[in-house]
């Protein structure tokens, strides 16, 4: 994966991508397939999100994935519609 410069060396959010990249990354190169890096992401951050906000927002996050699921909107290989 990359590291991305889009904003600033201070922007949290971009340091904490960096960090998920570099461990994906890290994952992979000790023979860990894509689907086991994201299964152990999705879970780690499932549970990190309920444990802030509480299983009824999380809930609610889950379900407003499936239009953006949808709608290609996680899809690297966009379609316009």
Known sequence: MRTFEL????????????LILAAWDEGLDCGLAPEQMA????FTALTDLVGIYGETAVQKLVRGL???LEVGE????RRTQ
Do not use: H, T
């Not at 904003?7 to 960096?18: P, T």
């Not at 299964?39 to 999705?42: E, S, T």
């Not at 996680?74 to 290989?77: E, K, T």
């Open 39 to 42: 299964y152990a992401a999705l």
């Open 74 to 77: 996680s899809s690297l290989g």
């Open 7 to 18: 904003a600033g060396k201070d922007d949290d959010n971009i340091c904490a991508l960096d």
């Open 66 to 68: 499936d239009r953006r």
